[in-house]
């Protein structure tokens, strides 16, 4: 589906990949149609499903079945706002926006 | 005296203008208030480093402060390696050392980290630390075995030879008929014709880079350390069977996601991510992305190039990925191909700083930094200013005559093979280019003049990491306030940054408590000694390491608390060493660009630092410190 023929409030965002997540999942990004009030949560799960072959590594499941972002990895809007990957706020997501997934640990 | 465990009690001290040694017994409240490595070096530095005249509070020309800079060259200015108490335990990561004298580059502290089995056999040998005093005569190996006596060796022969060679030879000539090897420390060419910002490499090229421990070492005529310990001379621990409980424990977190990025693609991982965040410096701070990222990126060097993992000695976690030219295509690695331990620092220096987005370019450019021991952050960021200011026209001021010099006429951003001819030509101080270089940025752009200070992209005199401080502002008050100078490792304050905590892009008044918590942070990182990549697989780091602390020491009562104080202590006893080599206000600051120039692209493009934000952040740190508004730290408040 594309932006085009989603209805009003379904939008396409892009999920870049860094560091073995773009290994794992043998692309450097991977775009997804969510709802413009998808909490985070709901988009990591979205994201399982579209790319089975995070789950693992960079994503994990918990028991009841949700995705969430695996310890060691962190979330990114745009480039700009880290966000927290558990949280219940909602962004809302617009119409081209990039989630980032990558590694939490900076130190180099 | 109360029965010692982790520590020695003691150091090795070592004239090498007289020949003579001694062991110097270090006091326990002394050990206990600055816990090891860093915090017990600084306090060493105190002991057997400190000005004739203590210049702190006097107000000093530039003529006073050149020459205070130049002193750090003299036999005076001593040589220190530390271990710490949790050298010789089985707790992954611990086997390092700290390397401190002060800088001939800054003129203030130089507080080094490097690893592995030399740490071992350090404090085997030498006690909790081995102090070099004086200048040998002749060219020296200093060479301290089982016995713990140092010798003063001939080491004429050793001359000009590269770090590995140095270790290679020394190994061999000291050889015990094959049961433990000498560990060593050396300098390669460029600690021999005391480029400032030389390093001292030990165990197969780790070395400790920052500053120019390499220059002092070479100042003393020094050019190899070798070392070979009693291993029953391994101090006690006052409760074996917890800590080897509780270092199962963490080697097994080691492995965890908390170390992920660390063990699979190493901090080369950081080239994408910084660049996709506007936080690559690229053509001397010019820029913050670069258009060949992906082609220097860990994920595109994981996938097309031979790379191998590597550990220091007991650790879990194997961070160091080494990486060899040609395409992994090609084949298993044939006699001859180039290698190189490649990490961040020095991939973005030799790289995207320098413009040079050729994979093969880079790899042998820290090669070849590695060989000559020469800082690869400095060694770039020299380079760097002076494509830039070749750039600008203003090389030719230095009359550029001979072969080597006429070379780099034309120097510009890119051209790899310019930068391993000018890493030769610095490393030798050959032609007048290398020679304005090998002093570094700071002295390099003074010489030029012509405004090139305003691009001479360092703070203190030391050259910046590759951590874009416009685009990380909690970062950015850390690089100015360290006392080593631009330094990523002696604070964290980054990882606020790189978080949902503050907003990186912009300022505000909470940024002088986390970067002051974030130094304290490091400063017992650095002090107990753990390797900084296991900092998050640490439930609460501040408890668990103070418990750790009991179980080596026996000193039951010592408390999280109490390592918080010492922590914080380290940062006064840091601060007053600089005071009383002259430091003053306007030392803590950024270069020019990351005040002046606004980001020019990335998602970032636009953004600035201003000075007067800037000194707000200033200000507010040293308040969380309790400083004077001077930013002075009164010596009576420190309590050893
Ligand atoms: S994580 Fe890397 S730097 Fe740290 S001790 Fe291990 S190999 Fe050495």
Redesign the interface.
């Known amino acids: 589906m594309n932006s085009l023929t989603a209805p009003r409030n379904l939008v396409v965002v892009t999920v870049?990949l860094?560091?073995?997540a773009?290994?794992h999942a043998g692309a450097s990004s991977v775009t997804l149609t969510v709802d413009t009030r998808s909490p985070v949560p709901a988009l990591v799960d979205a994201l399982a499903r579209e790319c089975p072959s995070l789950v693992g590594n960079a994503l994990h499941l918990a028991e009841d079945g949700a995705a969430a972002v695996?310890?060691?990895?962190?979330l990114?809007r745009?480039?700009?706002?880290?966000?927290?990957p558990d949280t219940d706020a909602v962004w809302p997501w617009q119409e081209g926006d990039s989630i980032?997934l990558?590694?939490?640990?900076?130190?180099? | 005296m109360d029965a010692l465990y982790g520590y020695r009690g003691f150091a090795t001290v070592v004239d090498l203008t007289t020949g003579e040694y001694r062991r110097d017994p270090i006091p326990q409240d002394a050990l206990r208030a600055t816990v090891g490595g860093i915090g017990l070096g600084t306090w060493m530095l105190h002991r057997y480093g400190s000005p004739i005249v203590d210049h702190d509070g006097e107000i000093l020309s530039d003529d006073n402060r050149k020459q205070l800079l130049d002193s750090a060259l003299s036999p005076d200015n001593p040589l220190i390696f530390v271990t710490s108490p949790l050298v010789g335990t089985r707790l992954t990561t611990s086997s390092k050392f700290a390397v401190m004298t002060r800088s001939p580059l800054t003129g203030f502290i130089a507080d080094g980290l490097s690893s592995s089995h030399l740490a071992v056999e350090l404090k085997r040998a030498c006690g909790d630390a081995l102090v070099i005093a004086g200048r040998s005569e002749h060219p020296a190996l200093l060479h301290i075995d089982t016995d713990g006596v140092p010798h003063i060796r001939n080491a004429g022969h050793l001359l000009g030879l590269s770090t590995l060679d140095t270790e290679a030879t020394v190994k061999q000539e000291l050889d015990d008929g094959g049961r433990r090897p000498v560990r060593v420390a050396c300098i390669g060419p460029a600690g021999e014709n005391l480029v400032r910002f030389a390093s001292i490499a030990n165990d197969g090229g780790r070395q400790a880079g920052r500053c120019g421990p390499g220059a002092v070492m070479g100042s003393k005529n020094l050019k190899a350390i070798a070392v070979r310990g009693n291993p029953d001379s391994d101090p006690p621990v006052a409760h074996p069977e917890d800590l080897r409980g509780y270092a199962r424990d963490l080697s097994r977190r080691s492995l965890g996601a908390a170390t992920a990025k660390y063990r699979e693609l190493g901090t080369i991982a950081n080239v994408s991510v910084f660049n996709r965040l506007g936080t690559l410096p690229t053509r001397n701070f010019q820029q913050s992305t670069f258009e060949d990222a992906e082609a220097v990126s860990g994920e595109a060097l994981h996938q097309t190039k031979t790379t191998r993992s590597a550990h220091c000695a007991n650790c879990t976690i194997g961070c160091e990925k080494i990486v060899t030219v040609g395409s992994k295509a090609q084949g298993t690695q044939k006699d001859g191909e180039v290698s190189a331990r490649l990490e961040y620092e020095s991939l973005f220096a030799l790289g995207p700083l320098v413009g040079v987005g050729d994979p093969d370019a880079v790899i042998r450019a820290v090669r070849r930094c590695d060989e000559l021991g020469l800082d690869t952050i400095s060694a770039g960021g020299v380079i760097a200013w002076a494509m830039e200011t070749a750039g600008r026209g203003l090389l030719p001021s230095l009359d550029l005559r001979d072969g080597a010099d006429l070379a780099h006429a034309g120097l510009n951003f890119g051209d790899g093979a310019a930068v391993i001819q000018l890493l030769e030509d610095i490393g030798y101080r050959r032609g007048v280019l290398g020679n304005l270089l090998a002093d570094g940025t700071r002295l390099a752009a003074e010489r030029v003049g012509g405004g090139s200070g305003a691009w001479a992209m360092q703070v203190k005199g030391l050259e910046m990491p590759g951590y874009e401080p416009r685009s990380l502002k909690t970062l950015a008050l850390g690089l100015a306030t360290t006392p080593r100078g631009a330094c990523h490792n002696r604070t964290s304050a980054y990882d606020a940054d790189f978080s949902p905590e503050v907003d990186r892009l912009a300022v505000d008044g909470r940024r002088g408590k986390i970067a002051a918590d974030s130094e304290d942070f490091a400063a017992a990182l650095d002090s107990l000694i753990w390797c900084k990549f296991l900092r998050r697989a640490f439930g609460d780091f501040w408890e668990e390491s103070a418990a750790v602390y009991r179980m080596v020491t026996g000193w039951d009562d010592f408390d999280a608390a109490e390592l918080r104080r010492a922590a914080a202590q380290i940062a006064d006893l840091k601060k007053r060493y600089n005071q009383r080599w002259g430091w003053r206000r306007s030392d803590d600051t950024l270069p020019d660009r990351a005040l002046n120039e606004p980001l020019a692209d990335g998602v970032a493009a636009g953004v600035g630092l201003t000075k007067e934000d800037l000194d707000r952040m200033i200000d507010d740190y040293y308040r969380a410190r309790g400083w004077t508004t001077g930013g002075r730290v009164e010596p009576a408040s420190i309590v050893l």
């Open positions: 870049e860094f560091g073995m773009r290994i695996a310890d060691g990895y962190a990114n745009n480039g700009l706002a880290f966000l927290s980032l990558l590694s939490n640990q900076a130190g180099g």
